[in-house]
């Protein structure tokens, strides 16, 4: 069987000036359409260089991976990325930053008016209309992270790349952004690859939880389906055996299979 | 204040008892309220004039203290100068203080003035003869030629601000996109950075004869839109302002933030996008930099190039008065140093307004 997004034996070598080093070694992982992908793992572990080798911002040392179908060899609207750090750019509104990605996207099939109301639509998605004409350091941290979704989701992405999009963000806020990502996840069925350290988050969110073992040579440790219904609702989720359990399993893997390797040593 | 004390030592005194001190509480709140009341209408009756009181009051304050302060540095130096001056003897008499430089800025106004009156009566007389010819003869040839009087102080000041402005627009010519490459090509930095560090500090009197000779050289024209002399200080000055920019657009253009170009290559931005979008709005602050270094340099340079060539500008002035040897001249090439100096900060505050209308970031506080 095909996945749509497939990993396959994808292993990476960095050249660092202390000689080389194996982050990732043999990773493979299938992707339906429409899944909600979380990866999870202790700091360094080589999350991050997994969604960049999907994003085709670092290219894998072997093995491969396929969307849709084609190769990925390069980084492409196809595949947007939501950085950590809303990677915003300051000079822009936050209306011109989606406009950026929209106008390279849809440069030959849309009419300037189509764009605008899809630039909207997209922000009204992500509840920022009304800060439209501000610039990133007029808005908070919560909206920022909201603009950067809506700058990748209005390029219609196959797969929607997240790395730690709430890690800078206080709890409240990132409850309000996982609700908001769960309503476009349900609304427009895109498939997401998040990078999470929030095990309450993955399993809030995911269809299925990537755990990945420490580097180096790190690789794909277990996977957890999480079967919730949906929509979940946090509240209702928090006394859930299914919830519990999930929540219990993740946290065995990541405290009890896999210490973090700072703690070893200590 | 007295007020005060009696409320503590009454309250001192009833302290013991615990319904007492409920009272006594209520009555400190009275007193406290006539106090404040006292002490408004104190105020009101010895009313001193307060900064904060007026709108934008504050500001006004700052702006009068440094106001103040660069006026008293500037009052200190001039009597340090005349003091220093009087007791300092030269050939040509006594080093000028303030005073004589002022006789001499007169001066050179007057010279200016009357060299006007003179390039206009000699119009007027050349155009009066060529009438008169014409009634003569209508097909008499008529000769228009150019005023050839001494440049005065002025026409200098002009001249040197064209050269260095001319100079100072090519070398940005080159510079600001050899910054841009070699800033997003490691390669052509590397092949370049060589060239840079070995140029960079070469003074401009070691180009100057030999953009002296190239430009005799090359530059040959039946009618120059350009004096010789003009092209050779303009590509004096290029040459040694450069630097600067290159090196700090090269800075400029390597430290854009990762995650920005990481979401310009998602993005798929072509490079002619990635360079106006991504890259030169961040790079903008280094390149003022840059630029601001390169004209302070090359208006340094200008002057020197000029003296040593004998190009117009001020420079020329400058050697023409040492050596005319008069006891005007230290007065007059005081004259022209403060000027330089004073049209050199002008320069550098005409870079930082531009910078304020280019740049995105309206926030930081330029200096
Ligand atoms: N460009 C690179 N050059 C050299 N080594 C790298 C590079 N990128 C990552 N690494 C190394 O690969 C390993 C995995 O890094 P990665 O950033 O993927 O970790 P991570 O799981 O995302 O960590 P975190 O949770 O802290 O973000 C680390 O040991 C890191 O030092
Ligand atoms: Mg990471």
């Known amino acids: 069987m095909q996945g749509y ?27 339906e359409k429409g899944e909600f992908i979380s990866l999870i793992g202790h700091s360094g572990c080589g999350k991050s260089t997994v969604l960049n080798i999907l994003a085709g911002l670092y290219q894998a040392t072997e093995g491969g991976v396929i969307l849709d179908g084609k190769e990925v060899n390069a980084p492409s609207p196809d595949r947007a990325v939501v950085f950590q750090n809303h990677a915003l750019l300051p000079w822009l509104t936050v209306y011109e930053n989606v406009e950026l990605g929209v106008k390279q996207v849809f440069k030959d099939r849309k009419s300037k008016a189509e764009m605008a109301e899809w630039i909207d639509h997209n922000l009204a998605l992500v509840h920022i209309t009304h800060a439209k004409h501000k610039r990133p350091h007029e808005i908070s941290g919560g909206m920022k992270q909201r603009v950067g ?5 209005a390029m219609q992405p196959k797969v929607l790349l997240m790395d730690e999009p709430f890690g800078a963000l206080d709890a409240l806020t990132r409850a309000h952004l996982q ?33 990945m073992s420490n580097g180096p040579a790190a690789t794909i440790g277990e996977i957890l389906s999480v079967t919730l219904p949906r929509p979940r609702n946090r509240l209702a989720l928090a006394e859930d055996p299914d919830f519990v359990h999930a929540r219990q399993q993740v946290l065995q893997f990541l405290y009890d299979k896999h210490k973090f390797p700072g703690a070893k040593a200590a | 204040m007295r007020l005060r004390t009696a409320i503590a030592s009454r309250a001192r005194s009833h302290s013991g008892e615990n319904p007492e001190a ?18 408004f209408i104190k105020r009101e009756q010895t009313w001193r004039f307060e900064w904060s009181d007026i709108p934008g009051g504050v500001a006004i304050a700052k702006a009068l203290r440094t106001w103040s302060l660069s006026i008293a540095g500037i009052l200190v130096f001039l009597l340090l100068w005349q003091a220093t001056a009087n007791s300092i003897d ?36 050349q155009e009066t003869r060529n009438a008169e010819l014409l009634a003569q003869d209508p097909n008499a040839e008529i000769r228009v030629r150019p005023y050839t009087g001494r440049p005065t102080f002025l026409d200098q000041i002009q001249t040197s601000l064209m050269t260095v402005g001319f100079g100072f627009a090519i070398a940005m010519l080159i510079a600001i996109p050899l910054g841009i490459l070699c800033g997003l090509s490691e390669t052509l930095y590397s092949a370049v950075n060589p060239i840079i560090q070995l140029f960079k500090p070469v003074s401009p009197l070691a180009w100057l004869p030999l953009v002296t000779m190239v430009v005799s050289a090359l530059y040959v024209s039946e009618s120059p839109m350009f ?6 200080s303009a590509i004096t000055v290029a040459l040694c302002c450069l630097w600067p920019t290159v090196i700090n657009t090269t800075v400029g253009v390597a430290s854009v933030d990762k995650d920005l170009i990481n979401v310009s290559r998602v993005i798929c931005l072509p490079t002619h996008m990635h360079i106006r979008k991504i890259v030169l709005p961040s790079a903008i602050p280094l390149i003022f930099t840059g630029m601001r270094l390169s004209l302070a340099t090359g208006w340094m340079v200008l002057i020197a190039a000029e003296m040593l060539a004998q190009n117009p500008g001020l420079g020329k002035f400058i050697w023409d008065e040492f050596q005319n040897g008069s006891s005007d001249s230290l007065g007059r090439i005081m004259v022209a140093v403060l000027v330089i100096g004073f049209i050199g900060l002008i320069l550098d505050k005409l870079m930082l307004a531009l910078q304020r209308r280019v740049s995105w970031d309206k926030q930081t506080v330029l200096r």
Not at chain 2, 22 to 39: L, P, T
Not at chain 2, 95 to 108: A, E, K, R, S
Request: glycine share 4%; charged share 30%.
């Open chain 1, 179 to 211: 609700d908001s990502v769960m309503e476009i996840h349900a609304q427009l069925g895109t498939t997401v690859v998040m990078i999470t350290h929030d095990v309450d988050e993955a399993v809030l969110l995911s269809d299925r939880i990537v755990m």
């Open chain 2, 22 to 39: 409920m009272k006594v509480k209520d009555e400190e709140k009275k007193m406290h309220s006539i106090i404040s009341r006292y002490a």
């Open chain 1, 5 to 31: 997004l497939e990993i396959s034996k994808v292993g990476i070598e960095f050249n660092t000036e202390s000689g080389n080093f194996r982050a990732l070694q043999d990773v493979n992982l299938k992707v």
């Open chain 1, 149 to 153: 979704i809506a700058r990748c989701l």
């Open chain 2, 227 to 232: 004096e010789k002399s003009f092209i050779t």
């Open chain 2, 90 to 125: 030269t050939s040509l008499g006594q080093f000028p203080g303030p005073v004589q430089v002022w006789t001499q800025v007169q001066n050179l106004a007057d010279e200016h003035q009357r060299e006007n009156e003179r390039r206009v009566e000699f119009f007027e007389r």
